[in-house]
């Protein structure tokens, strides 16, 4: 195994076959016993997470909080002062709450761990002498690798033969610029500059290589680099960041109220000093929103989770919520909008067209003139068309035939509908293939739109077959074929031809021209390049193929119109056909406006940052422009989603707010770039991303107002004690809102977490980046509303409790039975008030009777919990000497269960006439 940098460099300079042989491989790779024994000795090919805090810590860390420290102090004195079972009680639900949290912790942590799982990277490698898919983890030393551009590299390797390879190396040199990569030995100035090695975490950006992994894992410089920097701690988001502000703002008016409650109790009532503390801790501990941050944690990896049982796999969980800020989907139109199921129905010659029967990658059509099939030797340019795109093509297609089945496809779904077409036409290919070698090929790029091949005929003269955008082709076109003779292409064949590309194209079509040229024994090919050979070419037909939108494209259109979200169409497809499908699948009207790539070229930023604002459509871009493109809206003030698949996207998704790469279809590079992955490709899936990001956002402030509003009845109680200066007792002990805060409460807020999308979430504008978390409407319902209308309840059902015992002709008491019946029937009557609370908290405008009163089981269990623990602080004597309660009878219990109700009706009400009279919705 090779360790060092030394050693590497020994290994690049090494022959070839010794380098095999001191690898153990071959050129037909390792055998499965090598592989074996390979990765018992080195391991799985895998960066290790970092050691990071020691685990320990991190648990304690749950036990180190401000309130929890609050809570340590607090037991010591009240042990102290000689109220011991206090103390010991604060100290347990301390703990209680410490597992609690930590438990929440770890539940998020396993979801993105589990996450993480879910996005294995492949590799291609060579084994047993055959070629083989493998995770990126089972590479071993030895292993030949196959890399093509768009790959990431994920071993460090010697190549052993490249053509035109390149390699961004960014990750590991922090340089942008592309690097050269060649068989040869050549030592550059850099640590990283040999010509011949390829490093683990960069990525292939253009051409092919195949390599022999030296190193694997920790091994490689990637790793070594790792272990080094792992330490360092993720960014936290703004929603973090704003939670921390939340918090520490809370916690602030948490301590200035217990201070002030503290002095109260000296000074009005003349408590002593101990008593004081713990009666002003109470205070500390209602106001402290504690559990706030694990239960946002969980609830944004629960979303996480949800996503991705919607096709949409999230990086990181701060994307959740700039998912539910998106304004705006720059979307590509191939395979994200369409079906990728290209189907070729007509064949365009100058003098005749031919239709295509069959759909889909099913080879039971056939070519038609008119009623009657046509075969190969029928018609000389149709065959040499069919000759074109079938030399002309590098994809194979095993077609579904059979009802059910998938086709398989390698390669591009263009490709695979000629593949198709021609086997429809019942053309020899593979004779053909044998009979007409490839002599070169000029691969297919995003710019030029078109690739071409070189074959040798059987008299050995060689033909340039060319296929791609029209446009393109047209502008290298000198003459063209008809009816069997090349002649001078003229102006009017040249506009009869655009007459027909663009009738196809308005019908949603796109059409790929076809075109050949018979090379000169004089040219040299292996200095052919693109701009020296593709020029002077017969035209000799067009295929049209039609790209159905994908079924479910309409609804998803219409809901993110609908969520005031503009989807711009980024495409690589002429002007016309991107317009008529987006016109088609509802993207825009029949008024956008069209900008191609050679208009957007030539735009200044402030034309491209108007043009943006308006309905638009941009087509015939190159990929590299999407970048320019996100800019603009960014410098709007939008927040931009975009997607992406190829090398050229990385720049585009890594700009954007949230880069969506293609699962299916996607490089290795668009992914790594990416933010969301889209593991069916499908733009409906962003939409429906987008959807629970909106709801995770809402629901989190479900939670918080349903945790904040128990705080006025937890306070109220104490405000009466002081007020009075002690003549109404304390209605409600410090335990008892111990019990609230960090008991009762906590189940039915963690169900809040889980609450499903609200009807409607997606007919609301998209919330703004500068909105609060904590907003006015939110402090209303929790301190006005729902906070006022408990304290009212549960402090009459105090002074009920002394009425029934003949107060006001005795004292209110301040100890003993009736003392504790009072404070029980205080606490358990805020318990029913948060039941319905968190019924409540569960919609913003929906009423939950129609969303369900026991659809989410979370708070359903929550609240039986609830239930059950308060019955158990009621009834258990030993927790009655605790909590200084005493049994309640079933009047009291019947004046519990019916406080629920008359609250989740009034709120219905509030809810009802919102909806009625407030609520403006887009639709
Ligand atoms: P989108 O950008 O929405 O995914 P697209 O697939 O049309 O659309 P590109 O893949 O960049 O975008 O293709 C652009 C154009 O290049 C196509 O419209 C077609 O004319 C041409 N083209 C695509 N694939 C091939 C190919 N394999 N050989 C030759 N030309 C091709």
Redesign the pocket.
Known sequence: MVQDKQDKDQLAQMPIDQLYQSLRTSANGLTDQQVQSQKAKYGDNVITAAKGENKLLHFLKNFTSLMAILLWVSGFIAIFAKMVELGIAIWAVNIINGLFSYWQENQAHKASDALKKMLPTQATVIRNGKSEQIDTADIVPGDILMIAAGNSISADARIISADSFQVDESALTGESDLTDKKPDYHHGEGKFDEENLIYAGTVASAGSAKAVALSTGMNTEFGKIASLTQSQQAKPSPLELELNRLTRQLSIIAISIGIAFFLAAIFFVHYPVAQSFIFALGMVVAFIPEGLLPTVTLSLAQGVQRMAKKNALVKNLNSVETLGETTVIAS????TLTQNQMTINHVWLPDKVFTVSGEGYVNNGQVMDGQAAVKPGQNADLDLLMKAISLNNDTTVTPNNQPGAQAKIVG?P??ASLVILAEKYQLASKQLANANPRQKELV?D?VR???STVNKGQDGKLTLYT???LDGILSITKSILVNGQVRAITDDDIKQIQAADEEYAKQGL?S?AVAYRDLDASEDLSQATAANTEQNLTFVGLTIMADPPRPEIYAAVKKAHQAGIRIIM?????PITAKSVAVKIGLVSDQARVITGDELSAMADEDLRQAVKGEVIFARVAPEQKYRIVKANQANGEIVASTGDGVNDAPALKQADIGIAMGATGTDVAKEAADMILTDDNFASIIAAIEEGRTVYSNIQKFLLYILNSNVPEAFPSVLFLFSGGLIPLPLTVMQILTIDLGTDMLPALGLGSEKSEPGVMQEPPRSRKAHLLNKSIIWKAFGLYGLVASIISAGAYFFVNYAYGWPKHALSASGAVYAEATTITLAAIVFCQIAAAMNARTKYTSVFKIGLFSNKHIVTGIIFEVILISLIIYVPFLQGVFNTHALGVQEWLFLIAIPIPLILLEELRKWVVRKYFLKRNS
């Open positions: 590509d139109k191939t395979g591009t263009t490709e297919f995003s739109k078109r690739m296929k791609g955008a796109r790929l980024v495409t690589g497809d002429g």
